[in-house]
Antibody, heavy 121, light 107 residues
Framework: QVQLQQWGAGLLKPSETLSLTCAVF????????WNWIRQPPGKGLEWIGE???????KYNPSLKSRVTISVDTSKKQVSLKLSSVTAADTAVYYC???????????????WGQGTLVTVSS | DIQMTQSPSSVSASVGDRVTITCRAS??????LAWYQQKPGKAPKLLIY???SLQSGVPSRFSGSGSGTDFTLTISSLQPEDFAAYYC?????????FGGGTKVEIK
């Protein structure tokens, strides 16, 4: 059974850097793409970016200048950093697995539990 | 970016009702559409992928159809556990994008 467990700081001040980590338990790590998605309170879902085991990334152009996604294959972990946060970055952040190759990597079949990150002075 | 538009934004229905949710893409996405269910305080759950393929373990009362730009999610007989928010998402091209969501509420 695949499980994604995520953690990170939940309260940040404006201009700080958001940092979250997602650990993968069960299943193959190297065969899939790993994604970050966020959801502001009461709003819809926004895709942040993806990474594979080799470190190849794709980012949402709307966040690209501030986002870094990295991977540690030895620990089966992926990490998200978002710099210069503002109140607009307040959201629940999720990690999720892309279910296969080709276009199937965009189908998100396993999700982490979510981490609420609040940006407030 | 491909824009995904869902309708309605909310629907009130009773247990046993048939519910249909529509999703429209701003350009042709072939069949690269997924549907997710989200309950309050929980992560989204994959229901349907490739427009009409049922994810393992998902009840058969859920079905999806469509291709190109127009898609539907149908719940054939609404159950108490189906009251939730539903999102469509295109997997045709990056960035991945989601519809604004449809909240299925109890009438």
């Amino acid at each position: 059974q695949v499980q994604l467990q995520q953690w990170g700081a939940g309260l940040l001040k404006p201009s700080e850097t958001l940092s979250l980590t997602c650990a993968v338990f069960g299943g193959s790590f190297s065969a899939y793409y790993w994604n970050w998605i966020r959801q502001p309170p009461g709003k819809g879902l926004e895709w942040i970016g993806e990474i594979n085991h080799g470190g190849s990334t794709k980012y949402n152009p709307s966040l690209k200048s501030r986002v870094t996604i990295s991977v540690d294959t030895s620990k089966k972990q992926v990490s998200l950093k978002l710099s210069s946060v503002t109140a607009a970055d307040t959201a629940v952040y999720y990690c999720a697995r892309g279910s296969g190759s080709g276009n199937y990597r965009g189908v998100l079949d396993y999700w982490g539990q979510g981490t609420l990150v609040t940006v407030s002075s | 970016d491909i824009q995904m538009t869902q309708s309605p934004s909310s629907v009130s229905a009773s247990v046993g009702d048939r519910v249909t949710i529509t999703c429209r893409a701003s350009q042709d996405i072939s069949s690269w559409l997924a549907w997710y269910q989200q309950k309050p305080g929980k992560a989204p759950k994959l229901l349907i992928y490739a427009a009409s393929s049922l994810q393992s373990g998902v009840p058969s009362r859920f079905s999806g159809s469509g291709s190109g730009t127009d898609f539907t999610l149908t719940i054939s007989s609404l159950q108490p556990e189906d009251f939730a928010a539903y999102y469509c998402q295109q997997a045709n091209s990056f960035p991945l994008t989601f519809g604004g969501g449809t909240k299925v509420e109890i009438k």
